[in-house]
């Protein structure tokens, strides 16, 4: 396949990059997205139908991937919309750490997503009279919003990608190293820092009158779970996906079946949870829709994209792990790290393919079966799942991090300034890892 | 006559409201309040994630709704301790860009009262020295800038010369603004040579006297800085003002040449009176 082949998908990135600073107002409606990424999918889609052999049933695949994909994010994003913690923490750093170390573990169950949204109000409550905050919000980032989302499917959507094409759900769970190790890591820094900041701030805070330590006047509000009827489509969408996904490679109904299990499951959810907890978590169809209008123009550019990779592997001159590792995760961390994932593991495939393997981008599940191909697909799942906190853009939820905190009164850095935290804290643990995993 | 104060929440502008109804009174002038959202900065367009722009617009319409209900209440707050002092007062709610707000409006008061540490980027930014500095680059107007803890000394007025034309530009306008009403007039000059700073000094008052200000010639010899000088030469002689003819270089030039200017402004413990 051509080369040109791969400049619908590399401009289409740089678009929706470029489309929230350049027109802020126009890329603020999903309709425009949709256009926009329909205007890109357009001419890939007929020229895979009409001059790509197999491109129809390329593009075919590629349609019930993507409806998997969405199903699997709306399910996730709806079921944990519906589930609301109540109740006051303390904002000492003792707690804080404590939220981030479960933040990190809860990421993997329920989606970085779903936990950031899911902890990021209450933690913030927790800290509202505390004078430094913005450490707390961007070790929650890279915590809970990406690293944490390391061991299954369901953690990082790039991960959920692997498994629509074929990695076994289990097989992220072998990356417990490099999640242990930045998870510990920076869960260390955090709590120094976070230690030496409530010392310094404890004078004024009790000059101030807040209690950081005990009840307050009038009690404090107990802390509870509402909407527990969503932890049990929250284990429905496990299963299905876990049964199901098991099922699928020997009965292709079983995928179809995962994707109306997953839409059923989110509909149990919304008939089940009251509209307070809705209100109360904020709760708005615009961000999933917006998701789904956006990767409607990357499920089809990237098609031709990952087989010119795939076919052009040597000119790239990355071979090994620790490059897979770094060239994955820096470009993770300006586009979304989704379709990087994807396209790292067919220019893994096609590295393995060289040695004289027969893999195709589209089974990525032999890729990580393959001793060679095994480490290459560790070095890009960790890349795109950690180094996607390395900038706001990097990962989903990090701008909606971001949002929120900066709603309840948190000056956040700027891009830029994040970035400065990112590199000076973020990049030094994740080369320890480089060094020691790959 | 009317007296321009920018209103936003730090201590310093708390204070400046009060040196503002004071100078209101004893002029007399009318006062304007001028209270600013920073819209654009609020919802300037940003890197957002793929499913952040709801979270955005969320974000964006939250801080704008918060810079809206603190410029209220500042208005609020201004309007209240301006009228329980008898000042004639009103106000104005504007969208834009502060600095720009700010120096739109300038020209159109004859002096213009802000707090030292001003920040009307509150809702993004931390500090906010861009605003200030550049009001005071080009306001081309008298401004009177307030720290945020006045030390309460007389009614003395020291007003630094040097012959410059910004020092020159500095005496006439003080003298247009008929600050000098009831006041004490010191001119001081900063030099190694005694007689010389003296022989300055001394046509800096003869400047004011043409303009029907009576002031006394200061002559300052002293081994600290230029801005040191001159506010303990302030202090000393019990003044409530200290005047300044100048401007505050970029970040770069006050980095490597330093600006006497920028330093009385951060160490003054009293108002001061700035004309570039």
Known sequence: MSALAAVPFVLYLLVIAAMPLVVARFWDHNRNKLAVALAAALPVAIYLVAAAPGGAELLADTAREYAAFIALLGALFVITAGIYLRGELAGTPVVNTCVLAIGAVLASAIGTTGASALLIRPLLRANAQRRHRRHVVVFFIFLVANGGGLLTPLGDPPLFLGFLRGVPFGWTLGLV???????????????????????????????????????????????????????????????????LGALSPRWPAARYLQIAALVGFAALSIATTPRRIHEANRFSWAPILEVAAVFVGIFVTMVPALVVLSDRRASLGITRPQQFFWASGALSSVLDNAPTYLTFASLATGVVNASGAQLSVHDLGALAAHPAGRDLLRAVSCGSVLMGAMTYIGNGPNFMVKAIAEQHHVRMPSFFGYMVWSIAILAPVLAAVALVVF | ???????????????????????????????????????????AGAATSIGGASYRRDRDAALLADAHHHARGWIDDFLVRSRAAGVAVRALEIMGRPADMILTEVPRHDLTVLGRDVNFRYETQDHDRYTRDRVLRRAGRPLIVVPDRIVPRGSAVLLAYDGSSASIRALRSFADTRLARGREVHVATVDDDGARAYEIASGGCALLAELGVRAVPENVVSSESTAAALLSRGAKIGAGMIGLGGYIPSPLSRLVWGSVTHQVIERATVPVFLHY
């Open chain 1, 177 to 243: 190293l490099p999640w242990a190790m930045v998870s510990a890591a920076l869960l260390a820094v955090f709590a120094i820092t976070d230690r030496w900041l409530y010392r310094r701030e404890l004078p004024g805070l009790r000059r101030g009158g807040g209690e950081l330590h005990g009840p307050r006047r009038g009690g404090r509000e107990p802390l509870g779970l509402e909407g527990g009827w969503n932890l049990v489509w929250l284990a429905g969408v496990v299963a299905t996906v876990l049964v």
């Open chain 2, 1 to 43: 006559m009317e007296i321009l104060i920018c209103l936003e929440g730090s201590a310093s502008t708390h204070r400046a409201v009060d040196v503002a109804i004071d100078l209101a009174r004893t002029l007399p002038a009318g006062l304007v309040g001028l209270a600013i959202v920073d819209a654009p900065d609020i919802v």
